[in-house]
């Protein structure tokens, strides 16, 4: 199976999450281990194949996902093979080609607003990944806790997201860049065109909440003056 990876999100220091397009599909799909995490040293500036942008053999993969992560693919990391960048202008016409405008058009009726966010309810949702390209254009900044989030509306919903896009953050995988976001932020000022990776964490139980959900965030920021730019 071969994808371009289109989501590259940090997770816990020394670990990624990596999702992309199925190059024949159009689908989104995730590459997973059973019972283990993907770790940096799968990333192309560590010596491996993942980076945005990039079109990934995965070898032969098998089915697992469940509601809402129907997008996962279990496969053998040693038969990975990177095989080319797609490059800006065809990465762009990826990216349109299989963007929605809403969210529920990507997750579905089950996308519920929680707090200032939307989540789906613990194995309940028709998918985790999608791109979106909203009508307004999004914000993003870091917050006083000196956290990266974005405020996404897309008319029907209007939330603050955690963000998750690697390229943001510093090799230790929590500090902002700033500068980066900064420049981020202007060139969406300044009218660049966005395309959004969006996604549905694991499901957890929130402080304070009654039950465990899959609560949206951004993934990462896709800009047409540059959309295949990669991790640093």
């Known amino acids: 199976m071969k994808i371009v990876v289109n989501h590259l999100t940090r997770m816990q220091p020394g670990y990624i999450c990596v999702a992309g397009i199925d190059v024949q599909s159009d689908e989104h799909i995730r590459p997973v281990l059973l019972g283990a995490r993907l770790t940096v040293n799968l990333l192309r500036r560590k010596g491996g194949v993942f980076d945005v942008a990039s079109m990934v053999d995965l070898g032969q993969t098998k089915p697992h996902g469940v ?41 579905g009726k089950d996308l519920k607003a929680q707090r200032s966010g939307c989540a789906v309810d613990e194995g309940t949702g028709s998918a985790s990944l999608g791109c979106l390209q909203a009508t307004t254009p999004p914000e993003v900044f870091i917050n006083s806790w000196g956290k990266i989030r974005a405020r996404v509306t897309d008319g029907s919903f209007d939330v603050d997201l955690s963000v998750t896009d ?33 996604g549905l964490a694991r499901a957890f139980r929130a402080s304070g909440d009654t039950a465990r959900r899959h609560w949206l965030q951004l993934n990462n920021f896709h800009l047409e003056d540059d959309p295949a730019w990669q991790a640093k």
């Open 67 to 107: 509601p809402p992560e129907t997008e996962d693919h279990i496969f053998d990391p040693a038969q990975l093979v990177g095989l080319r960048d797609l490059g800006a202008g065809p990465f762009w016409k990826l990216l349109k080609a299989v963007s929605h405008k809403r969210l529920a058009d990507i997750f």
């Open 166 to 198: 690697l390229r943001l953050y510093e090799e230790d995988q929590e500090t902002p860049r700033s500068k980066v976001v900064a420049e981020v932020q202007r060139r969406i000022e300044d009218g660049v065109g966005v395309v959004l990776s969006v």
